[in-house]
C-alpha cells in the first residue's frame, strides 16, 4: 500500500500535469513501482497526472529530477516536468532562482526564474532528420521529421492540426518500426492568427496531453529547418497557454541549443490517503 500521509505538489506545465514529490529525505519507496505510478496518477481514481516528479538530492547538481511516466515507465527527459521543477526547487529553497542547476537522465540542465516563469536551458540537440525517410506522409499532412530532444520525437507538419485525429494517427506513428524507441509525435500547423499551433501524443501516457515541452522544442527545430520559423518562436500548447523556444547554432555541425520557458504552476499541495 501505498504509505498514507505522504505530501506532494500538484504542478502545471502548459496543462502538462505532474504529481510532484520531494523526495530528498524520504526515499520513492513503493511510489517508485509502476503499479503505485499508475494509481496515483488515474484521472478518475487518483490525483491525475501525466506522470510523477521526483526531486531528489543530487551530487552533481542543485536538485536530480526524476520523471516517471503515467504508465509508470521512467523518461529521460520531460521539458514541462523541468520547467515544474525550476519553480518548484526555489520555492523550497534548494537553489536561487537567478541559476541552477538540475541533473536529468539527459544530462544537466540550466534552469532560471525569468520574469516570474522558468526558463532552462536544453542539452544540445544533434540528432536530427529534416525527412523521416520510412514515414510517408497521410491525407492533410506535408513533412514528417524527427529530433532526438532527450527523448524522441516525430514532427508532422499539418495543413490544420485541429481536424488531426492525434489518437488514430499518432498511436501507430509512435510505435513505427522504423524508430529504435518509439516517439512522441507532435503536429503542427498555423493558426487562425499566424501563430505556431501543436499538439502531442505522448509515449507513456499513450494519449494526447495538453503540452509537451520537448515536443515543442522539437517542433521548433523542425520548423526552423523547413525554413517556416526562424530562432525564437512561442508555440501555442492545446491548453491554449504559450511556450517560447529559442534556437542557437544548428548549421555549424555542433546541434542546436534550446531554451525553454514556459508555465511552472503549483495547483495544490496534498498528502496521499487512500490510494
Same mark, same amino acid.
Given at each position: ?130 525527412? &523521416?525517410?520510412?514515414? $510517408?506522409?497521410? %491525407? +492533410? !499532412?506535408? /513533412?514528417?521529421? *524527427? ?106 555541425? &555542433?546541434?542546436?541549443? $534550446?531554451?525553454? %520557458? +514556459? !508555465?511552472? /504552476?503549483?495547483? *495544490? ?7
Amino acid at each position: 500500500m501505498i504509505p498514507r500521509g505522504r505530501r506532494f505538489y500538484k504542478m502545471s506545465g502548459s496543462g502538462n500535469d505532474f504529481v510532484m514529490i520531494d523526495a530528498r529525505s524520504e526515499a520513492r519507496g513503493e511510489l517508485g513501482q509502476a503499479p503505485a505510478v499508475k494509481r496515483v496518477c488515474a484521472r478518475a481514481t487518483g490525483v491525475g497526472a501525466d506522470g510523477i516528479v521526483f526531486l531528489e538530492r543530487s551530487a552533481v547538481a542543485d536538485v536530480r529530477l526524476t520523471y516517471l511516466n503515467a504508465d509508470g515507465s521512467q523518461a529521460d527527459f520531460c521539458g514541462n516536468a523541468t520547467l515544474c521543477t525550476t519553480r518548484l526547487a526555489v520555492e523550497l529553497g534548494m537553489a536561487s532562482a537567478d541559476a541552477l542547476a538540475i541533473e536529468t537522465d539527459a544530462g544537466i540542465i540550466r534552469a532560471r526564474i525569468d520574469a516570474g516563469r522558468p526558463e532552462i536551458d536544453l542539452q544540445p540537440v544533434r540528432e536530427v532528420v529534416a525527412d &523521416a525517410p520510412s514515414i $510517408p506522409v497521410s %491525407a +492533410g !499532412e506535408r /513533412r514528417i521529421g *524527427f529530433a532526438l530532444v532527450g527523448v524522441p520525437h516525430l514532427v508532422v507538419r499539418c495543413d490544420e492540426v485541429a481536424t488531426v485525429d492525434v489518437v488514430g494517427r499518432g498511436r501507430p506513428l509512435r510505435s513505427h518500426a522504423s524508430l529504435e524507441r518509439g516517439a512522441n509525435v507532435n503536429f503542427v500547423s498555423r493558426g487562425r492568427d499566424g501563430r505556431w499551433v501543436y499538439r502531442t501524443y505522448e509515449r507513456g501516457v499513450e494519449n494526447e496531453t495538453l503540452a509537451c515541452g520537448s515536443g515543442a522544442v522539437a517542433t521548433a527545430i523542425l520548423l526552423n529547418v523547413w525554413g517556416e520559423s526562424g530562432g525564437s518562436v512561442d508555440i501555442e500548447t492545446r491548453s491554449g497557454r504559450l511556450l517560447r523556444v529559442r534556437l542557437v547554432g544548428g548549421a555549424n555541425g &555542433a546541434g542546436w541549443s $534550446p531554451s525553454l %520557458a +514556459g !508555465e511552472g /504552476r503549483v495547483v *495544490f499541495e496534498g498528502a496521499l490517503a487512500e490510494i
